[in-house]
């Protein structure tokens, strides 16, 4: 096998991986349970076992295509890379201008940006997160259940303030559902799966709360009202992120428990 059939083999490697690996999730996110929250940590473990390979594997595809493009072997259109990598490599790297070392470029590129410090705020900063919750519409959105989205809020606060959520890339995970569950459980209403899910989304309705769609998705995003389970979410919506302020106040002591309480009197009593 010469060399360009090599590289005709990782590139439809990563094809075959990356579409074997949608249509398995989808399967078994069919045949779950969504009220079974044990069923669906288990599915959620064995799909992130799945993405955590994947995204290895994408990490190595990248290095070895823009080592080639670099010595222009291939170019950066014959490389079969998906077209929302394009900030992935930096541009220097493939046009092979950069000064670095290749192998410390490429980590750089796809290293996880580190956790934000924890800095001192004052009372302006609780002020302006008051304001910010106070524009919540618990009304805005598909959410079938009236304490639906705040709740959503409370349970963010909550595991915000734990440090279990400690970078403000917040992904709906099997956690987070069970922490709203819990707080639905308080109020005496049974809220499973599925209300978790449109309530994560229907967050996006307030001035504090951006989607980060898939890439690729952001048009289905937009004109998206309902999602009916985990599979209808994670297959257009990467993770949220929270107003920075609100953030830094949910993570420091002396506010986090003020805000909490306010979110329970004015939205869930």
Known sequence: MNFEDKVAVIQSAFQDLNKALNELCRDIWHEVDSTDLNAVSRAAGFQQRFVTSIKGFERS?????????????????ESGLPAEWGETVPSKIKQGKSKVPRSKSIRRAV??????????????????????ISSLDPKAGASLLRHAVPAMLLAVARMID??????????????????????????GIRAGL?????????????????LKPLPGRSAEMRHTTVVENLNDL??????????????????YPKFSKRLQKIIGDRFLN
Not at 61 to 77: N, P
Not at 165 to 184: G, M, P, Q, T, Y
Not at 194 to 210: T, V
Request: hydrophobic share 40%; net charge negative.
């Open 61 to 77: 595809t990248v290095e070895i295509l823009s080592l080639l493009s670099d010595r222009h072997l291939i170019s950066d259109s």
């Open 111 to 132: 290293t996880v940006s580190p956790k934000p410090t924890l800095r001192p705020l004052e009372e302006s900063a609780l002020d302006d997160a008051l304001d910010k």
């Open 162 to 187: 734990r440090g279990e959520l400690a970078s403000n890339s917040i992904e709906f995970s099997v956690k987070l559902a069970e922490e709203f569950r819990d707080i639905c459980r308080g109020l």
């Open 194 to 210: 599925g209300a978790a899910c449109q309530a994560f989304f229907d967050l996006r309705f307030s001035n504090f709360w951006k």
């Open 234 to 251: 994670n297959r257009i919506v990467l993770s949220a992120k929270i107003d920075r302020n609100l953030y830094d106040c949910f993570r």
